[in-house]
Every structure is written in C-alpha cells, then in structure tokens.
C-alpha cells in the first residue's frame, strides 16, 4: 500500500525562531527516505485560510511575544476547528511559543494574550529568561532528547502528561523538573535547535502517529541508518551534561 503524509506549516512567515522549519525538513524527508509520499503546505499569515480536514500533521512553530499577539488573533478564528481536528487525534507539533498558544492564556507584564484552550495549561511571564540547553528522558524512546529552550514564559501544565522529565535544563517552570506536553496526538514543547534532527526517534513517534491515525493498518516505520543523526544526538548530550 502507498502512504502519503500532508503537513500543514501553520505562519512560516512568524512563528520560525532558531531554525524552526528545519523540522519540517526533517518530517518530510524522513518520510521520503522510506517511500512515502510527503507534501508541505504553509500557510502564512495573509493566506488567512486552513484546512484541517485532509492534513495530517499541523505544526506551529515559535515566535517573539509580538508575533505571537498578531498570529493568535487570526488563529482564534480557527479555534473550534483546531479543537476538533486535536480531540479527533489529529497530530499537531507546537514549538515555544505555540506551545504556549495552545493554552488558555500568556500573562505579560502589561497584559494577557488569549490561547486557543486546546491544552489544559497556562503561562505567566517570569524573570529571568529560561535560556541555555536541555536534555530530556521520555519513557516512550530510548533517546534521551535534546534541544536549547529561551523562554520568558514559565508553562503550568496542570494534570497533563509532560514530553519528559528534565535531566538538565529548565523546562516548563525552572522548578517543576518537567518540559513540555503530551496530550492525544499533541507534541508541544520549549525546545528550538530545531529539535528533530538531532532527535530522531521522537521524529519517528510523531510520523508514527500521523501513520497510525491516517491508516489504521499501519503498524510501524522502516528503520533507518540514523548513525549520524545519533551522533550529534550523543554529542550534544556530552557536551550539555558535562557542564
């Protein structure tokens, strides 16, 4: 059976901090590496128009408290649509500051930015910025997962799973020793760099998902010679855990 991937890369045009289409590279071409047919659609801010119904995977990147005022007002208009495409399992990749979109609300100092509310959580600005790199452990995968997170915002996430526990780093709050969300088919996280190059199998989970909720007979991925991608992986925990 051909397989074939559509995803949906929600205002390249704002929401791209610290390299954040290179996942995107990263999703399509590990998708074609294995045969399977990848398509990329952005959709940038004056397109105004977004079909959840035939994708399968959206991804919102990060973006300054100033990009993230002017998307979520347009984004608002889509909420119910998001919602449902979520509830239903859709696959949604959220990076920094989507990641805090998808909540009810980011309180700046001066003022508060409403969320989407697809996400049970929260963030209120602190001081001083989270910023350096970070090493995750998520049970699901056998790589410990790596990133760099700079974030004014600290992220409450409630009774929601996170993406993984923090071996050295920040993470959501500084405090709560976890980073990130996982919720239904939801990857939402601090880390930029971008992060899946360096993360392959977390890579793999997501386009698993997508697999699993398109065509319901799919069972797994074809592995791929990841030695290099593994490489910087470990290299980059090295370097990051020894200082």
Known sequence: MAYSIHILHMFPDL????????????????????????TVTGCTYDDRVMDFSKTDIVFLGGGSDREQKIVC??????????????????????VCGGYQLLGKYYALPDEKIEGLNILDIYTEHGSPRLIGNIVLKNDSI??????????GGRTYIGD?????????????????????????????????GPLLPKNPQLCDLILEKA???KYPDFTA????????ENRANTYMQDIILKN
């Open 221 to 228: 991925l074809e592995p791929l010679d990841d030695a290099m």
């Open 160 to 192: 929601h799973t996170p993406l993984g526990k923090v071996v050295k780093g920040f993470g959501n709050t500084g405090e709560s020793g976890a980073e990130g969300v996982l919720y239904k088919n939801v990857v939402a996280t601090y880390l930029h």
């Open 15 to 38: 929401l791209n901090l610290y390299g954040d289409k290179g996942n995107i590279e990263c999703l399509r071409k590990r998708l074609e590496w294995r045969g399977i047919e990848a």
């Open 211 to 213: 697999l699993k909720q």
């Open 142 to 151: 056998s790589q410990n997962i790596v990133g760099f997170e700079n974030h």
């Open 73 to 94: 007002s347009e984004l608002l208009k889509y909420r119910d649509r998001l919602k449902d495409y979520v509830e239903n399992g859709g696959v949604l990749v959220a």
